[in-house]
């Protein structure tokens, strides 16, 4: 089992950056697969993007590709998100999360991952 802390939200104007930390408890976090995913108020929660064990392979959701970077420090047992060039639509409580090793379809769906963290609130003005 594993325990996950977000830190690193708060209030940005549009084009600037944050990056965003993920904590985890427990002694096998290389071992999981680590997701990003973000939930505005009304809607979904959505992927962001993910992160193999290794942190060698990462996989994107189109609307932030090219602006977000996930990483990962096995030694930290911490997963992080660089968020460059942001806009009002990234405005979102984001949520870190872990999972088994998934296939690339199954990153991306909220149902895959195991454990979560409580979220980080990111709030981007215009």
């Known amino acids: 089992q594993v325990q996950l802390v977000e830190s690193g939200g708060g209030l940005v104007q549009a084009g600037g950056s944050l990056r965003l930390s993920c904590a985890a408890s427990?002694?096998?976090?290389?071992?999981?697969?680590m997701g990003w995913f973000r939930q505005a108020p009304g809607k979904e929660r959505e992927f962001v993007g993910a992160?193999?064990?290794?942190?060698?392979?990462?996989h994107d959701a189109h609307s932030v590709k090219g602006r977000f970077t996930i990483s990962r420090d096995n030694a930290k047992n911490t997963v992080y998100l660089q968020m460059n060039n942001l806009k009002p639509e990234d405005t979102a409580v984001y949520y870190c999360?872990?999972?088994?090793?998934?296939?690339?379809?199954?990153?991306?769906?909220?149902?895959?991952?195991?454990?979560w963290g409580q979220g980080t609130q990111v709030t981007v003005s215009s």
């Open positions: 427990g002694r096998t976090f290389s071992s999981y697969v």
């Open positions: 999360a872990a999972s088994e090793p998934l296939t690339t379809a199954q990153v991306m769906r909220v149902s895959s991952y195991d454990y």
């Open positions: 992160i193999n064990r290794s942190g060698g392979s990462t």
